[in-house]
């Protein structure tokens, strides 16, 4: 006797069976059917997978809960009627498609243009495999009032996605995301689909907007006389098998940098990431070839980006020559000093300016902000709230950069997402201009450190999959809600942030007060009164729920630099002991 589920699931795969789908697909629901392991069958049908606030993110394969043509279509049909309601006055409805080096990538993208312009939208399809900043730069450019990138970002190769974005070129924020999210669950057969494509609606753009976006990344430069006595520093780049393998190196030569190096095996464009498991820029392995390229070749810098374009990751060589590798907090951190200090030295501050980092992102951000006078904005994890951010403040304000702890930076504002392509450039040129100054870019972190303090930060993930798995992370979220902590690693919580509630309670004062946010989410912080800083929130991509852990320190002099590591790692550990997490 089977159980209820799988009664459920065998009734789903059937319509999929029985229903207008291609016949490979069908061959392979039929397959599934008659397995006596239903595990592929329940994991493939036992929900839809969800279209969120930023789109679709699963593993490929036939099923509801795939990315596949038809859970994509469905996204895409339910994005059209919304647009067709909400700028149905228009003449011409427009939008932009790209898509990563993934598998099905091209498949999906190009299906996506034939549904648009089935609906009588007119379709911008990027030729080849493009980075995700340049899709938001062409919404702008192009003056369309919606854009989708086809990717998974830096997940696994198993995984593809569906992003979508507003006419600002930013991921869709309410309302419009949930009345989106209402128009796809609206789609209730294949049927509803308009598959067949209109050719005349569709136009493939390629290098001349390349052209335009790399023209602007130019306009963000500096310190340009750094990089002409510099031009020849050895830069090694890699695109991890993704869409930045020609843009990035033609960035860095627009900017003026002759010595840009390979890494030949990652400059092979592959869904399969044949030389990592995950290419992300965030794990260590994932830059193994790159720093072994900077080793024999001595670099001065070694940077990666990760499929779609929008992250980076780079190495540097500490005092000893060897290489090292920056996390997302010091590379934010490099950036928004950088930024400031060449503002200030050229003369352009003159108080309306304002950086933005998210809620998990190192607090040294603010504390540089507030020592050149400068606003500041936390938001939530995530680039379109940077974005929204930059939007609220339009003519009012002036954004010079903003960033997060996962390896994401935006120095401008003509994209509205995270930039690998702008961010390799600068960087290239921070190096350019440390080493005009007689120092590396190791030294620069160290003296950001004696400036403003010292700061270390480690993130956790803990993967929970699945049914039990989802249900164990809001039970981990409860726990803490309904018994806070009230002391971590020996120092008394002082402050409680919960954006679900959006309540700050003070607890050393005995108060609680509102907190001013655009919305509530699930997201948990402790502050604890040596400095720590703790946040806790699920991932809202991944079967994970994160801990986000930052310790402050002292650093009064470079030689201590090792020391300060060493008492911050043990301060880390003592609060993961504290936490559980060990």
């Known amino acids: 006797m089977e159980d209820k589920l799988v009664l459920e699931v065998r009734a789903k795969a059937q319509r999929w069976l029985d229903g207008n789908y291609d016949e490979e697909t069908k061959k392979q629901v039929k397959a599934m059917l008659d397995n006596n392991d239903t595990t592929d069958l329940i994991e493939s049908f036992y929900k839809d997978l969800e279209f969120g606030t930023g789109g679709l993110r699963g593993i490929m394969g036939v099923g509801t809960n795939r990315m596949n043509i038809y859970t994509m279509g469905a996204a895409t049909q339910g994005l059209a009627n919304y647009l067709i ?17 993934r598998n099905n990538s091209r498949l999906f993208a190009e299906t996506a243009a034939n549904i648009f312009s089935a609906n009588g939208i007119k379709v911008y399809l990027f030729e080849d495999l493009r980075p995700t900043p340049e899709v938001s730069f062409a919404i702008r450019h192009l003056g369309c009032q919606s854009g989708v990138m ?54 493939i753009i390629g290098k001349e907007i390349d052209d335009i976006y790399l023209n602007k990344i130019n306009t963000i430069s500096l310190s340009p006389d750094s990089i002409k006595r510099n ?84 190495a540097v060589k500490d005092n000893t020559g060897k290489f090292v590798l920056v996390n997302g907090n010091q590379t934010a951190l490099l950036f928004t000093y950088y930024i400031i200090r060449r503002w200030k030295e050229l003369g352009k501050l003159n108080g309306k300016q304002y950086v933005v980092k998210t809620i998990v992102t190192t607090e040294l951000i603010v504390d540089i902000a507030k020592k050149f006078k400068l606003h500041y904005f936390d938001c939530y994890t995530g680039f379109k709230w940077i974005a929204a951010i930059i939007r609220e403040n339009e003519g009012k304000l002036q954004y010079i950069g903003g960033g997060e702890e996962s390896y994401g930076y935006l120095a401008q504002d003509f994209v509205r997402d995270k930039d690998a392509v702008s961010a390799c450039t600068l960087m290239a040129e921070i190096a350019a201009w440390a080493k005009d100054n007689g120092k590396s870019l190791f030294e620069l972190i160290q003296d950001i450190y004696l400036e403003f303090g010292f700061s270390k930060e480690k993130g956790i993930s803990i993967v929970k999959k699945g049914k039990s798995g989802a249900e164990e992370i809001k039970k981990i979220m409860s726990n803490l809600r309904s018994k806070p902590p009230k002391e971590i690693a020996g120092s008394q919580v002082i402050v409680i942030k919960d954006y679900d509630t959006l309540r700050l309670i003070d607890v050393s004062a005995g108060t609680t007060n509102a907190m001013e946010m655009p919305e509530t989410s699930n997201v948990l912080q402790f502050f604890t009164a040596d400095g720590t800083k703790i946040s806790v929130r699920p991932s809202g991509t991944e079967p994970k729920i ?23 790692d043990e301060k880390i550990k003592a609060v993961m002991a504290s936490l559980k997490l060990d």
């Not at 309601?85 to 080096?101: A, P, R, T, Y």
């Not at 991890?240 to 627009?254: D, F, N, S, Y």
């Not at 030689?559 to 590591?565: C, W």
């Open 85 to 101: 309601k909400e700028f149905g006055k228009n003449s011409s409805i427009k939008v932009v498609l790209g898509h990563d080096c």
């Open 150 to 203: 086809l990717t998974a970002s830096h997940n696994p190769k198993e995984y593809n996605g569906y992003k979508a974005y507003w006419n600002d070129g930013a991921q869709v924020l309410a309302p419009h995301d949930t009345n989106i999210i209402r128009e796809v669950n609206a789609i209730k057969s294949v049927d509803d689909i308009k598959f067949k494509g209109n050719p005349a609606l569709i136009e």
């Open 231 to 314: 031009s020849d520093m050895k830069i090694v780049y890699t695109p991890i098998h993704g869409t930045t393998v020609r843009l990035v190196p033609a960035a860095l030569k627009a900017y003026g940098f002759t010595n840009i190096i390979n890494v030949p095996e990652q400059d092979v464009v592959s869904g399969d990431f044949p030389t990592v498991y995950s290419p992300n820029p965030e794990e260590p392995a994932a830059l193994k070839m790159a720093v072994e390229k900077g080793e024999e070749v001595d670099a001065d810098l070694v940077m990666a980006s990760d499929p779609d374009g929008d992250r980076l990751g780079i």
């Open 546 to 568: 994160k801990f986000y852990i930052e310790v402050r320190g002292e650093l009064k002099n470079r030689k201590d630099y090792e020391k300060a590591n060493q008492v911050a």
